[in-house]
């Protein structure tokens, strides 16, 4: 009996050509993926480089300041509950984590800028990745209790590691910010010497530009897909092969690390980390600049920082202008100007959850896509009658 | 020994009080599915009204209470209506409960600066409704208070456990409770079970609230709703799916915080006491994850 089989003819007959997966694959893995994103990340991080040096308005200074600071905090509870799904009310207990460590190695122990930034990174990546095997076990408002914990954990914790953090008192944080050929804080560009706090700026800007980027592509990889599938349809991607343990840890880590940084950068900023600044409200504030910036968004959680950190500054500046807004002088009815911004968070909260889910970027998209129908409709209506 | 029993009572005084925000929390949270925690603005509002209409209005406490019950149930079921069922309406699918909590998180921080603008920070005290009178027994001496705290919560749970257990709108809400769809199908109106679940939810915050007010040198004060945070962990250790479980989970988490308060030595530092309910919730996550009464409910909700 003849079983063998004719060797296929590979030359006169191919196969039927299939599109190249594997090229779109990489197309779509690519660090950047057009042109434009290219000339985006350089105007941007000329606009780092540049807004620094021409801005002097201390005010100014800080309110960027604080949006990029704080912006590296809301991406980090963006990759969790914007991309991932998971709810966490835990943020404030790994900032304050990088602030310490922050502290501890740039500081007290003298490392370079490189060093003790990692370093605040790393203790925040491990302390989510610790999160994790409890995490696994809870769902929903379970897992936010858990988080929840830690911030109260965290509270006795530093309190009471007087040696570390000075307990009530606080720690003063003078880290170098050297990086060899610049020192950001005493930056000398072309003769001319520049404040602490632009130099600050500057390499908040810089990191938080950074972690957007890293961010982006690791949302893009084969993990970061994963993550945002079992968002979706957790099981569907156990099924697929994507393990739920690693996907949730990849989670976790980002999320901490960027926190983690975070704090070393707010350490930095204020110079002076006090425990009672990490407190539950810290962690809320975080997620009201995800949500009122965009969540599961590139720069959305960025922008909602730059927002929401400067609504304090601009509550105390007007609030002699604001109706039912008392001095902590007046006596009757009347809401003090420190506990009026704890009202607009909530209600900032209350009206972007029920108005505009998607954030104000998911506003901007909305708003071009209306002007790009718009145009292209009078246009139509042009040639019709033309 | 009489101190370890002077603190014990008082343990299950305290989580008495724990265990009737837990509840208040899983009421509402077994009827309509969603967490709120808003709860904790009852716990807070409940004891001013009171102290509103008891002190500054003379009206008898009891009657003082029962138009503060009154109130927060209005307020609590407009706001549920207006605020929070279009939001779980719009947001639908995994966001839904996290955007219901956020909502309610934002809305209790207002409502603090609210009661600061109304009544003002400094505390203020109630006209002691219960007594502080001590009661001896041996060489055991207890508050008055502590007795009455753990009298009222066993009243309102057997109140509780009759609703549930022996009435026609106690099984209708067990039966949301355990499926909603299949409910429905029984001719089980939803809105109705929520309304009844909001009503025992607030009577039964309210009570917390209004004897968090009169604790010993606290008063009535604008911190009062952070007792729904401590509250929390009695609904993972009591294994969230049962009423009764988050009850016993409160208690234990009452008597694990005044026992360690009561018994840590000064290094310990600080704060000892409220840090100990997280750590034992924590270590029972790794020993028993489902939670001391639970059936695996806590990974469903």
Not at chain 1, 125 to 136: I, N, R
Not at chain 1, 284 to 297: D, H, K, P, R, Y
Request: aromatic fraction near 8%; proline fraction near 4%.
């Amino acid at each position: 009996m003849d079983t063998t089989v004719a060797p296929v003819d590979m030359v006169s007959n191919p196969p039927a050509k299939k599109p190249d997966h594997d090229r779109m694959i990489r197309q779509e893995m690519r660090l950047t993926r057009s042109w434009w994103s290219r000339i985006a990340i350089l105007a941007y991080v000329v606009a780092a480089l540049v807004i620094p040096l021409e801005l002097t308005d201390s005010l100014w200074l800080s309110l960027l300041t604080s949006g990029a600071v704080y912006g590296m905090g809301a991406l980090g509870i963006n990759v969790l509950n914007g991309y991932a799904g998971h709810a966490s009310l835990g943020q404030a207990f790994f900032v304050s984590a990088g602030a310490f460590v922050a502290v501890q190695t740039g500081d007290k122990w003298g490392w370079p800028l490189p060093l003790w930034l990692l370093a605040a990174a790393v203790v925040g990546g491990a302390l989510g990745a610790l999160v994790v095997p409890l995490a696994m076990r809870l769902r929903g408002i379970y897992e936010i209790i858990l988080t929840l914990g830690l911030v109260y954990i965290g509270t006795y914790i530093f309190t009471n590691w007087t040696s570390l953090t000075g307990g009530s008192t606080g720690v003063p944080a003078q880290m170098k910010l050297s990086l060899g050929f610049i020192d950001f804080g005493h930056m000398i560009i072309g003769g001319e010497l520049y404040t602490y706090e632009q130099g600050v700026l500057m390499l908040s800007m810089l990191l938080v530009g950074l972690c957007v980027l890293i961010v982006c592509n690791v949302m893009r990889s084969r993990t970061g897909r994963a993550i945002v599938a079992s968002r979706d349809g957790a099981l569907a991607v156990e099924i697929l092969g994507a393990s739920p343990t690693r996907t949730k840890l990849a989670t976790y880590v980002m999320s901490g690390a960027l926190a983690g940084l975070c704090g070393a950068m707010l350490a930095a900023q204020l110079q002076y980390v006090n425990e009672d600044q990490f407190n539950l409200q810290l962690s809320v504030q975080f997620i009201v600049m995800m949500i009122v910036g965009g969540a599961a968004t590139a720069w959305g959680p960025v922008i909602g920082a730059l927002i929401v950190s400067a609504l304090p500054l601009y509550i105390t500046t007007y609030a002699s202008d604001i109706p039912f807004v008392k001095q902590p002088t007046d006596s009757g009815f009347g809401i003090m100007p420190g506990q009026l911004s704890l009202v607009v968070y909530g209600l900032l909260l209350a009206v972007f959850l029920v108005l505009q889910p998607s954030g104000l970027v998911g506003l901007a998209k909305s708003v071009s896509a209306l002007v790009g129908r718009v145009v292209r409709r009078s246009r139509s209506a042009a040639a019709s009658e033309g | 020994m009489s101190d370890f029993i002077q603190l014990l009572v008082s343990g299950v005084a305290l989580g008495c009080l724990y265990g009737l925000v837990a509840l208040s929390f899983v009421i509402v949270l077994r009827a309509t599915g969603v967490f709120n925690i808003l709860q904790g603005g009852v716990v807070l509002f409940a004891p001013y009204l009171v102290y509103a209409f008891h002190v500054q209005k003379g009206l008898p406490f009891v009657v003082a209470l029962l138009i503060a019950i009154v109130i927060c149930m209005a307020a609590a079921l407009l706001i549920d209506r207006a605020v929070f069922r279009p939001i779980a309406r719009r947001a639908g699918g995994h966001g839904q409960f996290f955007a219901v909590l956020m909502v309610a998180m934002g809305l209790l921080t207002a409502s603090e600066a609210v009661v600061i603008a109304i009544w003002g920070s400094q505390p203020l005290s109630m006209d002691d409704p219960w007594g502080l009178a001590k009661v001896s027994v041996g060489s055991v001496s207890l508050t008055d208070r502590d007795l009455s705290v753990i009298g009222i919560t066993l009243v309102l749970l057997a109140a509780f456990w009759y609703l549930l257990q022996r009435t026609t709108i106690g099984v209708a809400m067990r039966a949301v409770a355990s499926d909603q769809e299949a409910a429905r199908v029984q001719g089980i109106n939803p809105a109705v079970v929520s309304g009844v679940a909001w009503v025992c939810a607030t009577v039964a915050a309210v009570l917390a609230g209004v004897m968090l007010g009169t604790e010993v040198g606290g008063g009535i004060n604008s911190t009062i709703d952070q007792v729904s945070f401590l509250a929390l962990p009695a609904l993972i250790i009591g294994g969230g799916g049962s009423v009764f479980g988050c009850v016993a989970g409160g208690v234990l988490l009452g008597i694990l915080q005044t026992l360690a308060a009561g018994y840590a030595p000064s290094s310990f530092g600080a704060g000892f006491g409220e840090f100990v309910p997280w750590v034992a919730m924590i270590l029972l996550l790794v020993v028993r994850p489902s939670g001391l009464f639970g059936s695996g409910e806590l990974r469903r909700a």
